[in-house]
């Protein structure tokens, strides 16, 4: 994955072939793996999920017996508190958080929305918290250790070894256990790890894409066929827009898509997502929905967290990274204008759709002053329906389109939610008294 000498963001040169194939594989393995749904996609998920903390053991025992392996691991346990005082920190910090816990991207959501009315999701998303920061610190451990020993070797300190961004792992980390002894098998086994890593964040990004079509567009799941087409179609278009990053350049491509596509678009999503469900569905309807869920009545603490502090915390991050914003560098490169205008169309893609679809909804509303038109707006569908009718349907669209594998529909009807065999369900909305009762990626 290392630039060529003479390599730019303008200046790309040709298509490695090897990493091409690499990943024309990874992208039909995952659109293998979706194509019957979460039930497939979800039993990959137990081997891509646990196999790689296999290989972060390995790499941890065999890391931490190196010569110089202590000074890169007490260089990533001791913190340098004044470094606290600087806005990148937290914006960095705020971006690899959204990152790792799959924030504000739709796969939560998605993968969630799969689950039984009665599923604990308080305890999910405690536990999910808890396992993301171990496994952090966890492999945290494995690469400093190695780029201790790398340091140790060069004689040179940790940080001026240290690359930050995706050059830490396709750069650095990779030259760092070529100069363990047997470097083939350590190398071959953090990239099969990488490999595994990256499946399994595709296959949750493709059925989080294939979900949210299949919700909108339910003609696509009466047939199997439909589904697996699509589902190739955004296999290759991803194949497709994945060629430049295989280029002798291609660093500096992903550069540019790290900082732009994964920064301050996910920021900005997430405060829309705090003010849509705390301030437009109403955090006492959520709230309501949570405590129907697990039975029991939940702390104000999260009231308050979820309407005034997540959102407002977000929002001071968001705005001091933009006013002390800095065009992306790859190394001791700075990138052009042209280059730094792609990177902000790259962020406005995902941030305007929500801004016009808003507007949309809005010239459609009902009403004849702003108000009215805001208030109806706004007004979530169920207590539309909740006026005209004991209850509603709604067509489910997660099955792959055979009728002996309709697995999707969820009845919400009293206390025992399974999966059903049907193509349509009917909730009474004694049920939705405190609000919608399915999940947010049916809303």
């Known amino acids: 994955m290392a630039e060529e000498p003479d390599s ?3 200046n790309l040169g040709y298509v490695r072939w090897r ?42 025992v065999k890391g931490v017996t190196l010569p110089g392996a202590l000074g890169g ?19 960095h910090a705020a971006t690899q958080l959204f990152y790792s816990l799959n924030l504000a991207w739709g796969g939560m959501i998605t993968m969630s929305s799969y689950n039984d009315r009665k599923h604990n999701c308080y305890r999910d998303a405690i536990v999910i918290n808890l396992v993301s920061f171990a496994t ?20 040179l300190p940790v940080n001026e070894v240290v690359k930050s961004g995706p ?7 990779p030259r760092a256990l070529s100069l363990m002894p047997i470097a083939p098998l350590w190398t071959s086994l953090f990239f099969f790890m990488l490999f595994l890593l990256g499946i399994g964040s595709q296959m949750v990004c493709v059925e989080t894409i294939i979900t949210g079509i299949m919700d909108n567009w339910s003609f696509l799941v009466r047939r199997w066929q439909y589904r697996v087409a699509a589902i190739f179609v955004i296999a290759i278009v991803g194949f497709l827009l994945g060629i430049p990053c295989t280029t002798q350049g291609g660093m500096y ?56 502090i997540s959102p407002l915390l977000i929002l001071v991050i968001l705005i001091f990274s933009f006013v002390r914003y800095n065009p992306v560098v790859y190394g001791d490169k700075s990138y052009p204008i042209w280059a730094d205008a792609i990177g902000w169309m790259l962020t406005l893609a995902s941030n305007i759709p929500i801004v016009v679809v808003a507007l949309i909804v809005f010239a459609k509303a009902k009403g004849n ?32 389109g055979h009728d002996d594998m309709l697995e999707s529909g969820r009845t919400l009807d009293g206390a025992n939610s399974h999966l059903m065999s049907a193509n349509e369900v009917s909730v009474p909305l004694r049920t939705l008294s405190d609000g919608l009762e399915i999940t947010p990626a049916h809303v």
């Open 8 to 10: 730019s963001i303008g």
């Open 19 to 60: 990493l091409c194939l690499c990943l024309l594989l990874a992208w039909i393995l995952v659109a293998i793996f979706v194509s019957r749904g979460i039930k497939s996609s979800g039993k990959v998920s137990y081997f891509t999920a646990t196999f790689p903390y296999v290989m972060l053991t390995v790499l941890v």
């Open 73 to 91: 691991v007490m260089y990533f346990l001791v913190p340098e508190w004044n470094r606290l005082l600087s806005p990148d920190v937290w914006f």
């Open 136 to 155: 952090s610190l966890y492999a945290g451990i494995a690469v400093f250790a190695i780029i201790g020993f790398m340091a140790n070797e060069y004689n």
């Open 167 to 173: 050059a830490l792992a396709f750069v650095a980390y």
């Open 253 to 308: 491509v992903l550069q540019l898509m790290d900082h732009y596509s994964a920064g301050f678009c996910v920021l900005v999503i997430a405060i829309f997502e705090c003010l849509a469900i705390n301030w437009i569905y109403g955090s006492k309807k959520m709230i309501g929905n949570v405590e129907m869920m697990l039975g029991r009545p939940l702390n104000v603490w999260w009231r308050i967290s979820w309407k005034f």
């Open 369 to 400: 002053t702003f108000i009215q038109k805001w208030r109806n707006a706004i007004r979530p569908k169920i207590d539309e329906e909740s006026e005209r009718r004991d209850t509603f349907d709604f067509k489910t669209t997660r099955d792959i």
